[in-house]
């Protein structure tokens, strides 16, 4: 049983739009989430992370926690054709150990 | 502030030889970690180091694969004998703690096994 689960997509947005990245977890020990960005062909880079139940605003980007219902998402407002890429949910129970879902690729249309 | 080192970029090898990653974190980072990407999958935590102690290898086929981070800096990965189901990028990453601090990732090994 896969402990992260992303949709895989691809979400299609048009430039301007928000976009809507959801995530979902089973392990309720998990205690701190984070959002990656992935350019095809390169290495993963932190977005931002979030471990309070609520909202966390980083400039365009807004991660939303729900441990009630063991989801976690991430929005990205005005979308730019530079936001196409895959963007990786992923769980932490403490230690930095990271459990990444699958991602799902984003696409911003022109 | 010079990034993580990752070398070789990219590796071909048949399978049953033996292959090596090496991996020199951002300088002052205590921990650093190994991560196998198979195409399509998200990354997997194969070994975790705090300064040259393991703190998590749970999800390394230790069969196969072994890790050393000598003197708390450099670690190299090996594998051997290779398998055609290693054929992935492995990724080399490093953070100030083992706490929530920003994990930092290499560029990535590409492993092609034929």
């Known amino acids: 049983q896969k402990e992260v689960e992303q949709n895989s997509g691809p979400l299609s947005v048009p430039e301007g739009a928000i976009a809507s990245l959801n995530c979902t977890y089973s392990d309720r020990g998990s205690q701190s989430f984070f959002w990656y960005r992935q350019y095809s062909g390169k290495s993963p880079e932190l977005i931002m992370f979030?471990?309070?139940?609520g909202d966390k605003e980083d400039g365009r980007f807004t991660a939303q926690l729900n441990k009630a219902s063991q989801y976690v998402s991430l929005l990205i407002r005005d979308s730019q054709p530079s936001d196409s890429a895959t963007y990786l949910c992923a769980g932490s129970q403490g230690g930095n150990k990271l459990t990444f879902g699958t991602g799902t690729q984003l696409k911003v249309e022109l | 502030e010079a990034g993580v080192a990752q070398s070789p970029r990219y590796k071909i090898i048949e399978k049953r030889q033996s292959v090596a990653f090496w991996c020199n974190p951002i300088s002052g980072h205590a921990t650093l970690y190994w991560y196998q990407q198979i195409l399509g999958q998200g990354p997997k935590l194969l070994i975790q180091?705090?300064?040259?102690?393991?703190?998590?290898d749970s999800q390394l086929p230790k069969d196969r694969f072994s890790a050393e981070r000598l003197k708390g800096v450099d670690s190299t990965l090996k594998i051997q004998p290779a398998k055609l189901e290693d054929s992935a990028v492995y990724l080399c990453?490093?953070?100030?703690?083992?706490?929530?601090?920003?994990?930092?990732f290499g560029p990535g090994t590409r492993l092609t096994v034929t």
């Open positions: 180091f705090q300064n040259n102690g393991v703190v998590d």
């Open positions: 990453a490093s953070s100030f703690g083992p706490d929530i601090y920003e994990q930092y």
């Open positions: 979030i471990y309070s139940n």
